[in-house]
């Protein structure tokens, strides 16, 4: 059993699946608020390590969907000055296990560092950050 630090946006569904793909497969969990945790720049860059800065971002935040903000055009500084002040934009979950740090939920790379359930990988789940779309009130 790994012991993972897990920064959520409370009340997110992925978040949500990723966390129970994690207990199943026997991980303990310490979920903690993204939103509200006092992010400092180099904390957060323990995170992002040497991906390039456009990974850094949550394409769902509606900034980024908007067009407001180009993640593609921005520096590292820059970068971490809007997430610290805006932390909806940080891609999630953060990661923290075994001294290391993770960005994002990328199946094979959360894998191969801590292991998840094998029907999981055998899905080859290629949207496990996506989100869900929600149903229109036309569909319900």
């Excluded at 323990?46 to 921005?74: C, D, H, M, T």
Aim: aromatic letters at 8%.
């Amino acid at each position: 059993m790994t012991r993972v630090l897990f920064f959520e946006k409370p009340g997110c569904a992925n978040n949500a699946r990723q966390k129970s793909w994690l207990m199943v497969a026997g991980h303990e969990l310490e979920v903690q608020d993204l939103l509200s945790h006092p992010w400092s720049r180099a904390e957060l860059l323990q995170y992002f390590g040497e991906r390039p800065v456009s990974e850094w971002f949550n394409r769902a935040s509606p900034r980024v969907k908007s067009g407001q903000i180009s993640p593609e055009a921005l520096d590292r500084a820059a970068a971490l000055e809007l997430m610290l002040a805006d932390p909806l934009l940080i891609r999630r979950p953060l990661l923290a296990a075994e001294g290391r740090r993770e960005v994002g939920f990328d199946i094979g790379v959360i894998h191969a560092w801590l292991g998840l359930p094998k029907a999981v990988v055998e899905a080859h789940v290629h949207d496990a950050e996506a989100c869900r779309r929600r149903p229109q009130p036309a569909e319900r």
